[in-house]
């Protein structure tokens, strides 16, 4: 027996659609540093914008707001989240206890190593960076560090699924906007090709001294945002 879609079905999906769009828009301008830290979220201009309504913008700020691309304050509004010192650390905490426990949990698994086909996706990864730098003698552009970004997620992700732990893989997945915002922050500090070694050195790292050396590599990438 075949059903219809009634209008109020189609209304919705409609209007899930629109957040979908303009979240998407504004979290592509987030990362891409069009819309700096800081920036204020403003419902009237961004619904004018987009031709949508406010209660459109305003679950498409929400969305925003469970990545933590974006803070919401009383009195403020709606703001692009800025990293200082103390969320920078807090950020990189979690990252520490989600992916070291990730890799000791995996070195677990697989009696004391890790087996290449665990490496394999995290090695693509790293190929990946590096592919999708345009190598221009200006170094990469915006394009290009975003795709460097996306990758640089995927090799992270990686590891932390070789654990096979359901929960950790969970909230490591439910930070991913944030730490492709962490990342679009320390561009200033590496090249792509200087970001690609680094990781391939951590593989060799991981193998040579386990979670130990995703500590010092996390903590690394901490310092270079806090000094």
Do not use: C, K
């Amino acid at each position: 027996m075949r059903t219809s879609t009634t209008e109020p079905d189609r209304g919705a999906a409609a209007a899930a659609t629109a957040v979908e769009r303009v979240a998407g828009d504004l979290r592509d301008e987030i990362l891409s540093g069009a819309l700096a830290p800081g920036t204020p979220l403003r419902e009237e201009s961004v619904a004018a914008r987009h031709g949508v309504s406010r209660h459109t913008i305003r679950a498409a700020f929400q969305r925003l707001v469970n990545e933590r691309l974006a803070t919401a304050e009383p009195y403020r509004g709606v703001r692009v989240t800025e990293f200082d010192e103390a969320q920078i650390t807090a950020l990189q905490q979690l990252r520490a206890a989600l992916e070291i426990e990730a890799v000791r949990i995996a070195f677990e698994r697989f009696g004391g190593t890790l087996p290449e086909h665990v490496l394999v996706p995290a090695r693509a990864a790293a190929d990946a960076m590096e592919t999708a730098a345009d190598g221009g003698p200006g170094g990469a552009t915006d394009a290009a560090w975003r795709a460097v970004e996306r990758h640089h997620a995927e090799f992270h992700a990686a590891l932390v699924a070789a654990s096979a732990s359901p929960r950790i893989i969970e909230a490591h997945t439910a930070i991913g906007g944030e730490l492709l915002l962490f990342v679009a922050h320390i561009r200033r500090h590496y090249t792509v090709a200087e970001l690609v070694e680094e990781h391939r050195r951590l593989l060799g790292d991981l193998l040579a001294r386990g979670p130990e050396a995703m500590r010092d590599h996390l903590e690394n990438s901490t310092r270079l945002l806090v000094d």
